[in-house]
């Protein structure tokens, strides 16, 4: 029986480190676990842009303590580095994935940079299946436009943000605004159908 306690402690040590907040809220981060400062360098700005023009639009603020984050990955050693991506630990990852976001239905699923998002692409069943050299950061701002053109609150979303830039401080503020705004308006135009309200 104590071995199969400290198994238990040991899973539970692991889901710490994977994920945080609550499945159940409906805006998740999907980060790369070996580039986990996209919470405090991309998000932490974008979210600053979409709280002002919520509150300014509709005076109230999300609350963001409940925000689920998971890590792509158990494991930052089998994140994929080459042309073979795709190994059969993150195909197992990736059918995990599926069933999680099958169960709760967030309405919004961020990710950041190239391998979170052809992982979400695998995780909806999207084609054709690519690899790391065809998500560069404009076709990722390319499929940011797209996701919010098409976004749709009865379904889940998935919006790929970048995990860097490598441009100017005034283009980083330009991307964040750009970016804030954009969700924003698509939190503010389904307000009634988000349960995020502080």
Known sequence: ??????????????????????????IWLLVNPKHSSVR?????????EVQDKVYRK???????????????VCDSEI?????????????????LFREIVLEYKPKILISFGAFPFEFL?????????KGPKSWGNANLEDEFKRSIDNFDINKTNSIPLLRRLF???????????????????????NKDSFNIWI
Do not use: C
């Open 167 to 189: 441009v100017s401080r005034a283009d980083d503020e330009n991307y964040f605004h750009y970016t804030g705004t954009l969700l924003a308006e698509k939190i503010i135009e």
């Open 58 to 72: 509709i005076q109230k603020r999300i609350d963001t303590t409940q925000i689920y984050i998971r890590n792509v």
């Open 1 to 26: 029986m104590a071995s199969m306690a400290h198994q238990l402690d040991i899973l539970s040590v692991e889901n710490v480190k994977r994920e945080w907040g609550d499945r159940t809220y409906p």
């Open 79 to 95: 994140v994929p580095n080459t042309l073979n991506w795709w190994g059969s630990e993150v195909s197992k990852e990736i059918e």
């Open 121 to 129: 692409r695998r995780v909806n069943r999207s084609k054709p299946e």
């Open 40 to 48: 405090q360098n991309i998000w932490a700005p974008v979210l600053d």
